[in-house]
């Protein structure tokens, strides 16, 4: 049988990301279809189909690796009695390691010792790289060869960020500093 | 400790002379320690002195600054508290800024632009005010198993492993070879006592009345059980140890003969 009507191609979404229980990308969507259900259409059909979710506990959601269908945080407390337990939270230094990563990458240790001032300890990172938000990506051409971190699609992923270019904007400068900037120091990314 | 005696004047705010400390820069000794861990190194607490007093990030007053940065890493020291190094560092940069800014201009630099000591300062005190921002703004995020949970419906039909598909006409087929092979095997069930030894003895006996012998397969009828067959071969055995009759067989697996003796005559007679 094949599916004719936009609501049976959306019922067949829904059915296959609630039971991928993780994200699925367009084009693994796509392949469910034969023959292959047009992106443009797909894109179109599975924001009706967010639409269809709204008002509920559970919504469908882009991240980096494709669609998927999460809690609404509004619904976390309730979930936390259930569990009778709260997911810890990162230190501040931990954060803003994070962030330095995330916005300023790709970075050495040095340069994110540089902006926050204070050593950055080894646990750190071995935080950011557990949990699989940060890896290596290659050493900067310097010497030492210095270690070159970046945040990986794991991260956008838990953020619930589709790309670096979803990252909440900075504040803007409060007004314009004559600051001559410096050339970053030449990046050269050798694995 | 009293932490605010022998300081008359504390700072200046826009010229005026600031004489007591001010209500939130009061830090009870216990508390001191606590306090100085909020701060994630000296840019955190530069930021948060410059914040407090209301300077103009854009043109701090470096003596002012200076002045109260060096109060706090004085309290640390007072207090024997671990002085991370990244704190002596940033007293040396203030002292150096401050200083310099004290020297005359030279004159040949005036056709050039002269460089603000600052200038590095409020760059790296900046980015890291955006970066603090940014990391509260990456905080405010939902995450994934801290503020939101990934939704599936386990599919229990399909379980890591796929097994076996079973067709509904397997079963049948499944069921025929069950009862062949029960066939075999089928159970035995004995009836203690519904066959007689001695019962087929007589039979035997009587079988044998009027004929000197007999082959021990006629004794049986065509339809004749296991179970019979059992009984009449132990009936046959037990007569011959009461000699009654006598077994002969010309070889094994031959047919066996049963033979009547005198000891048989007797006891029908009796």
């Known amino acids: 049988m094949h599916p004719s009507t936009p609501s049976q191609i959306k019922g067949i979404l829904e059915t296959a990301l609630l039971v991928a229980a993780r994200a699925v990308s367009l084009a693994e969507l796509a392949r469910l279809f034969d023959p292959p259900i047009h992106m443009d259409m797909l894109r179109k059909l599975l924001d009706e189909l967010r639409g269809d979710w709204a008002g509920r506990g559970v919504e469908l959601v882009q991240v980096a690796s494709g669609w998927r269908f999460q809690t609404r945080p509004e619904m976390q407390g309730y979930l936390d009695r259930l569990k009778q337990e709260k997911a810890p939270r990162y230190s501040r230094a931990v954060l803003e390691t994070l962030t330095i990563i995330a916005y300023r990458q790709p970075v050495t240790r040095g340069d994110i010792e540089d902006v926050r001032g204070v050593a950055v300890s080894t646990h750190i990172l071995r935080v950011l790289e557990d949990r699989g938000w940060i890896d290596l990506v290659g050493h900067r051409d310097v010497p030492g060869r210095p270690a070159l971190y970046a945040t990986t699609r794991k991260f956008l992923d838990d953020l619930g960020l589709v790309s670096l270019a979803d990252l909440p904007p900075l504040p803007e400068l409060e007004n314009n500093l004559e600051i001559d900037d410096v050339e970053p120091a030449p990046t050269q990314i050798s694995e | ?224 059980r296991r179970a019979e067959l059992v009984v009449s071969y132990l009936a046959a055995l037990e007569l011959a140890r009461e000699r009654m009759i006598a077994l002969a067989q010309r070889e094994p697996l031959a047919p066996l003969y049963l033979r009547r003796t005198d000891a048989s005559l007797d006891a029908q007679s009796d």
């Open chain 2, 1 to 224: 400790m009293d932490t605010s005696a022998g300081v008359t004047q504390v700072a200046r705010i826009y010229g005026q002379p600031l004489g007591d400390l001010p209500p939130d820069l009061y830090i009870p000794p216990d508390a001191l320690e606590v306090f100085l861990d909020s701060f994630e190194g000296p840019l955190d607490l530069l930021l948060y002195l410059i914040r407090r007093a209301n300077f103009d990030v854009l043109d701090i007053p470096m003596a002012r600054l200076t002045e109260q940065y060096l109060h706090y890493v004085e309290l640390m020291r007072a207090r024997n508290l671990e002085l991370a190094a990244d704190y002596l560092l940033m007293a040396a940069t203030l002292l150096q800024i401050k200083s310099r800014m004290l020297l005359p201009t030279p004159a040949r630099a005036e056709a050039e632009e002269v460089a603000d000591p600052r200038t590095e300062l409020v760059k790296r005190l900046l980015e890291y005010e955006r970066m603090k921002r940014g990391a509260q703004l990456l905080d405010e995020r939902p995450w994934i198993g801290r503020d939101c949970e990934q939704v599936g419906i386990e599919s229990l039909a399909t379980p890591a492993a796929r097994d076996p598909e079973v067709a509904i006409t397997d079963l049948p087929v499944a069921w025929l070879r069950l009862a062949q092979r029960h066939r075999v095997r089928a159970h035995h069930r004995v009836f203690r006592e519904q066959l007689s030894v001695r019962e087929y003895m007589a039979r035997i006996l009587r079988c044998m009345a009027d004929r000197d012998h007999v082959e021990f397969a006629e004794l049986l009828g065509q339809t004749a």
